[in-house]
């Protein structure tokens, strides 16, 4: 489940760093090139709520492995692309079969590991995995390029998911749900929603949010969100039950969840770009040092939150989570084109707190999403959860690359490196203060409710 679960998250940024390589050999124009993550993050967001709603209803184990299988296809055929149109169908289809598995890998996991201690524990490293899925993607894709071709960060996901293949044999076998039915109107406007927010938020990044065609589409996508969901109260077979979202602290834990990602894909794209453009690293050694980032949310999701989950309640992990993320964004804010020692003094202290507090958040939050759910109910919730990761990650990256670059344009100064750093700095100031709040919503909706008598 693991296994899967980094695939999905490892395609969402490994390929970034071979973009270039691919566009040079594919004769890719600059306008186009970005259909290779876009085409990607619509697929993967627009269609997952279907996908945790066929997991219920198909069975979550089956649904695991036909993703993984689909998965691993579509990334062979995008690896043996000849063209660019070849690549962004490939990659698009990546995106429909990751819809299916990710709520899957989640609905299985809280099926299998049912025991306080176990359960903490298995969301622990499930959750290690997303956790630094990101970073490790950075790694692995300038490793790649740089030393097997850009071909590579496609390929290498069929091992992996052959791996995950032989694993899902010992999971245990599930029963489809019979009498499901499938709520049409509603898979229709959640994909088509979903889809126009996510295209949304990725072509503001390029265009701008005052676009025309950027506010069509967010506007278009809140509009047809808001469809979707007077459709699913009124749907006696509804695609996401307003009771998944409703319930205080279930919905605690999709909103942390949904600000950590936008502050920290952020975090991720400034620091590829800093220690590169500015610092001088080569793609390799941009990605070790994230690597101190994935390693610390290692210890923060197995040995913190793996080890308390269950034992203490889910807001004693998830507000501190929050709080340290929000300290290690709240040291680069002091970074200058003339900071010396950076990497002892800046990097490794916000790459360490971000870490921790990236691991100490994902596993309450993601046994939050699923907790107490039964039936087709754990596929939708599931879904939500990583509905919730899309939109915040999608939000982030381009929320913080505009506030980045006005601020690097309004810079008075002729020094461009200064200006550079100047924009990182107060798009990361940005991300200090959102993650702060979101600490002070999740206080008080993942507090545990007091027993009837108590």
């Known amino acids: 489940m693991s296994a899967a679960q980094l695939l999905v998250v490892l395609d969402g940024t490994i390929v970034n760093i071979a973009l270039p390589s691919a566009q040079d050999a594919l004769g890719m124009s600059d306008a186009s090139r970005h259909w290779v993550i876009t085409a990607y993050a619509v697929a993967f967001g627009g269609l997952l709520l279907i996908g945790g709603r066929i997991s219920g209803a198909l069975g979550h184990r089956r649904t695991f492995t036909v993703g993984l299988v689909g998965f691993a296809a579509a990334s062979a055929v995008g690896g043996a692309a000849v063209n660019p149109e070849m690549l962004f169908a490939a990659r698009a289809l990546q995106g429909v079969f990751a819809a299916a598995l990710a709520p899957a890998a989640l609905s299985l996991l809280t099926t299998t590991f049912t025991e306080t201690r176990e359960r903490g524990r298995a969301f622990g490293v499930f959750a290690a995995v997303g956790a630094a899925g990101s970073a490790v993607g950075l790694v692995l894709g300038g490793l790649l390029t740089e030393y097997a071709g850009w071909r590579w960060c496609l390929y290498i996901n069929v091992p992996i998911a052959a791996l995950a293949v032989l694993g899902a044999t010992v999971a245990p076998r599930d029963r489809p749900l019979k009498g499901g039915g499938f709520d049409v109107a509603g898979a229709l406007l959640s994909a088509a929603g979903f889809g126009a927010v996510v295209y949304g938020f990725n072509e503001a990044q390029p265009l701008g949010w005052g676009s025309a065609k950027v506010v069509a589409l967010l506007v278009g996508g809140v509009v047809l969100l808001a469809a979707f969901v007077a459709v699913e109260v009124r749907s006696s077979r509804p695609l996401l039950p307003m009771h998944v979202l409703l319930d205080r602290a279930r919905a605690g834990a999709f909103i942390s969840i949904t600000l950590m990602f936008v502050a920290m894909f952020g975090f991720y794209l400034f620091m590829s770009y800093y220690t590169q453009t500015v610092l001088g690293y080569s793609p390799v050694q941009a990605g070790m040092t994230l690597i101190i980032n994935a390693l610390a949310a290692l210890i923060g999701s197995t040995l913190i939150a793996g080890r308390l989950l269950g034992r203490v309640a889910p807001g004693a992990l998830i507000v501190p989570g929050l709080a340290v993320a929000a300290a290690g964004m709240f040291i680069l804010t002091f970074l200058t084109a003339q900071s010396s020692d950076v990497l002892p003094l800046y990097l490794a202290p916000a790459m360490v707190l971000t870490g921790l507090g990236l691991g100490c958040v994902i596993p309450p939050t993601a046994s939050l999403a699923t907790a107490g759910m039964q039936g087709y109910d754990i596929g939708a919730a599931a879904a939500a959860y990583n509905a919730s990761q899309q939109l915040g990650a999608a939000?982030?990256?381009?929320?913080?690359?505009?506030?980045?670059?006005?601020?690097?344009?309004?810079?008075?100064?002729?020094?461009?490196?200064?200006?550079?750093?100047?924009?990182?700095?107060?798009?990361?100031?940005?991300?200090?203060?959102?993650?702060?709040?979101?600490?002070?919503?999740?206080?008080p909706l993942t507090r545990p409710r007091r027993r009837a008598g108590a």
């Open 395 to 443: 939000l982030g990256t381009a929320l913080l690359n505009t506030i980045a670059a006005s601020a690097a344009a309004s810079y008075l100064g002729s020094d461009g490196d200064a200006a550079t750093v100047h924009g990182y700095a107060t798009a990361l100031a940005v991300a200090f203060g959102i993650l702060l709040a979101a600490a002070c919503i999740a206080v």
